[in-house]
T-cell receptor, first 112, second 115 residues
Framework: DQQVKQNSPSLSVQEGRISILNCDYT??????FLWYKKYPAEGPTFLIS?????DKNEDGRFTVFLNKSAKHLSLHIVPSQPGDSAVYFC???????????FGAGTRLTVKP | DAMVIQNPRYQVTQFGKPVTLSCSQT?????MYWYQQKSSQAPKLLFH???????NEADTPDNFQSRRPNTSFCFLDIRSPGLGDAAMYLC??????????????FGPGTRLLVL
């Protein structure tokens, strides 16, 4: 049962524009949501997270938005840079443990 | 730099021949996880150790076992690999496993090929 879904396997944007990566989830008990970034030949690295008690968290060029009623979150990257080209994974955890459920990832390509 | 190390990066084994993948960490984290990721799919949690306590996911096949001899090392043993076990295997660590949202730190993965 895929509890976390990233329906867009790929996204291509122009350098300087906004990148919006989307993620949907089905389990209303998820309490924390995280985004990881993965470059080729490397493991995923933590990017940004948001608690279910918030609807927005910002860190520099990266902002995550959470819409609990829609069970949807999104990652905004503004402005996008070629170095942002990577696979982005959405993940979620329950309030009482850290077992992460991942989406399948979205490959972002930022063109110069 | 503190890190999570996985060896080897690529492993080729024969159908049915036992294989062991290793993971080590210099972060001194209490929790170590093993994930399986098949092509274009989400990483799937197989099991984790919280200190010496082993926790198996309900749908992890019996063919997969794990050992954690000390804080720094954790091994994934596949007793009789099948063609369907070919995948990227990711090791991760975290300081704890309570509270949700605890960042996990990943190694680069071991890609397993079964011939």
């Amino acid at each position: 049962d895929q509890q976390v879904k990233q329906n867009s396997p790929s996204l291509s944007v122009q350098e300087g524009r906004i990148s919006i990566l989307n993620c949907d989830y089905t389990n209303s008990m998820f309490d924390y949501f995280l985004w990881y970034k993965k470059y080729p030949a490397e493991g995923p690295t933590f990017l940004i997270s948001i608690s279910s008690i918030k609807d927005k968290n910002e860190d520099g060029r990266f902002t995550v938005f959470l819409n609990k009623s829609a069970k949807h979150l999104s990652l905004h990257i503004v402005p996008s840079q070629p170095g942002d080209s990577a696979v982005y994974f959405c993940a979620a955890t329950l309030y009482n443990n850290n077992d992460m459920r991942f989406g399948a990832g979205t490959r972002l390509t930022v063109k110069p | 730099d503190a890190m999570v190390i996985q060896n080897p990066r690529y492993q080729v084994t024969q159908f049915g021949k036992p294989v062991t993948l290793s993971c080590s960490q210099t972060l001194n984290h209490n929790v170590m996880y093993w994930y399986q990721q098949k092509s274009s799919q989400a990483p799937k949690l197989l099991f984790h150790y919280y200190d010496k306590d082993f926790n198996n996911e309900a749908d992890t096949p019996d063919n997969f076992q794990s050992r954690r001899p000390n804080t720094s090392f954790c091994f994934l043993d596949i007793r009789s690999p099948g063609l369907g076990d070919a995948a990227m295997y990711l090791c991760a660590t975290s300081r704890s496993r309570t509270g949700g949202g605890e960042t996990q730190y990943f190694g680069p993965g071991t890609r397993l090929l079964v011939l």
